[in-house]
């Protein structure tokens, strides 16, 4: 019992009596949940203005003129919300994105470039997460208690660690596999199905992403819930 709920650093640990009632046992509050449901809604909002209009536009009039388009939509879309009084900062998040990209691809005259900011943008991430895990820091366990406020305390339990460890590397095989596709059709001058795999490949695996998250810091504050109230020395 006492291996399977390790409190470091207690001057003396003693085994448990009996689970904790499953009152004592906390829920993933709302407030550390909704930071990275919105960032996937915001992410897939993103995706769509900025893959279908260029792509169809371009079919019809060229690659400027679906820049422009693009470019359109997405302030159009910061028009709706500003007009129903929602947060405006995703759409202009979505804006810059889309504004960046058509600027690459203006440069060059070809549609598929348009996507080769987020295919960098894929492989950087994928990086950089492979290389929290590697540092001890995984990145997923960094940003969401830095969201919630709360402490390192997570990264002296071996278990929280390796719960991180697990979402952090789940977040960045999504990455690597939409680097992945997105680069061997960008190889291919496969613009329209760049368009639609950046889509289709957005809820199912942030969806995976997102419950394997919500795994690690449910399980993450269970067992430091339990440590601070059955032994004191882990927080």
């Given at each position: 019992?006492?291996?399977?709920?390790?409190?470091r650093h207690?001057a003396?640990?003693?085994?448990?009596?009996?689970?904790?009632?499953?009152?004592?046992t906390?829920?993933?509050?709302p407030a550390?949940?909704?930071?990275?449901e919105?960032s996937?809604r915001r992410?897939?909002?993103?995706n769509?203005?900025?893959g279908?209009p260029?792509?169809l536009?371009?079919?019809?009039w060229?690659?400027?003129?679906a820049?422009?388009?693009a470019l359109?939509?997405a302030?159009?879309?910061a028009v709706?919300?500003l007009?129903?009084r929602?947060p405006?900062r995703?759409?202009i998040g979505?804006?810059?994105?889309?504004?960046?990209s058509?600027?690459?691809a203006?440069?060059t005259?070809?549609?598929?470039?348009?996507?080769?900011?987020?295919?960098?943008?894929?492989?950087t991430?994928?990086?950089?997460?492979t290389?929290?895990?590697?540092l001890?820091r995984?990145?997923?366990?960094?940003?969401?208690?830095?969201?919630?406020g709360?402490?390192g305390?997570?990264?002296?339990d071996?278990g929280?660690?390796?719960a991180?460890?697990?979402a952090?590397?789940?977040?960045a095989?999504?990455f690597a596999?939409?680097?992945?596709v997105q680069?061997?059709?960008?190889?291919?001058?496969?613009a329209g199905?760049m368009?639609?795999?950046?889509?289709a490949m957005n809820?199912?695996?942030?969806?995976?992403a997102l419950l394997?998250?919500v795994w690690?810091?449910?399980r993450?504050?269970?067992?430091?819930?339990y440590c601070?109230?059955?032994?004191?020395?882990?927080?």
């Amino acid at each position: 019992m006492a291996a399977r709920w390790p409190c470091r650093h207690s001057a003396s640990p003693q085994p448990p009596a009996a689970e904790p009632p499953p009152s004592s046992t906390p829920s993933t509050p709302p407030a550390c949940r909704s930071p990275a449901e919105r960032s996937t809604r915001r992410s897939s909002a993103r995706n769509r203005l900025a893959g279908r209009p260029i792509v169809l536009a371009n079919g019809l009039w060229g690659v400027r003129p679906a820049i422009a388009t693009a470019l359109g939509v997405a302030v159009l879309v910061a028009v709706v919300r500003l007009a129903r009084r929602q947060p405006i900062r995703p759409a202009i998040g979505g804006f810059v994105g889309v504004a960046v990209s058509g600027f690459i691809a203006s440069r060059t005259g070809e549609a598929r470039d348009f996507f080769l900011a987020d295919i960098w943008l894929y492989l950087t991430a994928c990086i950089a997460l492979t290389a929290s895990i590697l540092l001890r820091r995984p990145l997923v366990g960094v940003v969401w208690n830095a969201l919630r406020g709360v402490g390192g305390a997570w990264r002296r339990d071996p278990g929280s660690r390796r719960a991180y460890d697990v979402a952090t590397a789940v977040v960045a095989a999504v990455f690597a596999a939409r680097f992945a596709v997105q680069q061997w059709l960008y190889v291919h001058n496969e613009a329209g199905w760049m368009a639609v795999a950046k889509i289709a490949m957005n809820y199912p695996l942030w969806a995976v992403a997102l419950l394997v998250v919500v795994w690690a810091a449910r399980r993450s504050d269970t067992r430091l819930a339990y440590c601070r109230d059955g032994h004191a020395g882990v927080a």
